[in-house]
């Protein structure tokens, strides 16, 4: 469906519409994004305003609903060269058409963005209106826009009422026995404070800062040279939620009872299979270790094995079946390698939280 782009200084831009159809009217002004789209639509300042992308191509990644800086968009309209209707948002999102129909944005695509961006870096923002109707009257369109006006945006767009958003920090300390540096990237991206600590801290010394989770990082060596700290970490997971991560991984396993074995050559690598048994889900992860747990040494009523290499077999991961401990061989954060089992510091933040919750219940 034809579709036009009208500027209160009379030029006239021939598209055609997706999105909602219909008319609408706002201040035209333009974003040089490359990515983004969503977080523009829904971006509160851009109450009252009619966008034009200048990147060519949008829509490609597709929309997900908890990605947006406000509840709903906020553009009076969108203008696009390009427009991709068939992508869907990775988190179960839906494609950009169907969100802006859902919201009632309106749309014009096939434009010209570049001459359209020209226009307007010489001559300023202006109003524009986006309209269906083929019967172009100029006059009655420049006169419309120049009634219109954006003041009362902020009312709009503000709350209703006081609302209080909770913060989601949590404290980690972090037991340092060569910790790489996207672990720790890995948990301040999910608004963690993270407390470095060398490898033979107290557990006075760490719980002297009440964190919420402690992480048992990756490093080099056979396990067995670190026996001296088994008592720590048997105090540790009795009072807090602990994650290991390959060394961090076969020390918690020592110190519930089990064994390590060295490995012929080791797993070094970031294309290594890894099934997720509760998932039922095969990753590509990211591994380097010389040695590995003996599943057979575990005592399977106190722990429940989560990871398996698809390859041989070996251990891969493990839960703690009553305390919050659970425990990985590979490396979530790869770095190189897939991001595919980033999903498991995830579940180290909703073990951290539920334990805060169950703190918090007790104490009340």
Known sequence: ????????????????????????????VFNTGMTGYQEILTDPSYEGEIVVMTYPLIGNYGMNEGH??????????FVVREFYRDAIGWQEGD???KYMKKYGIVGIEDVDTRALTRIIREKGTMKGMI???NNLDKDNIISCLGDYDNKGAVNRVTTDEVYYVKPKCLNVAVLDFGVKKSIIHSLSNRYCNV???????????????????ILLSNGPGDPKDMLSIMDNIKELIHKKPVMGIC????????????????????????NHPVKDLKEDKVYITSQNHGYVVDA????????????????????EGFRHRQLPVMSIQFHPEASPGPQDTQYLFDSFIAMMEKHRREKEYNYA
């Open 95 to 97: 494609d950009i058409e």
């Open 195 to 213: 407390n470095v600590f060398p490898a033979f801290a107290s557990p006075r010394q760490i719980l002297s800062l009440n964190p919420d989770g």
């Open 1 to 28: 469906m034809k579709a036009y782009l009208v500027l209160e200084d009379g030029s006239v831009f021939e598209g055609n519409a997706f999105g909602e159809t219909g008319e609408t009217v706002g201040e035209i």
């Open 296 to 315: 057979d040494s575990l005592s399977s009523s106190k722990l429940e094995v989560t990871h398996i290499n698809v390859n041989d077999g070996t251990l």
């Open 131 to 133: 309209t269906l109707s």
């Open 68 to 77: 947006g800086e406000s509840i709903k968009p906020r553009v009076k309209g």
């Open 247 to 270: 060394l961090g991984h076969q020390l918690l396993a020592l110190a519930l009872g089990g064994n390590t074995l060295k490995m012929k050559y080791g797993h070094r690598g970031c």
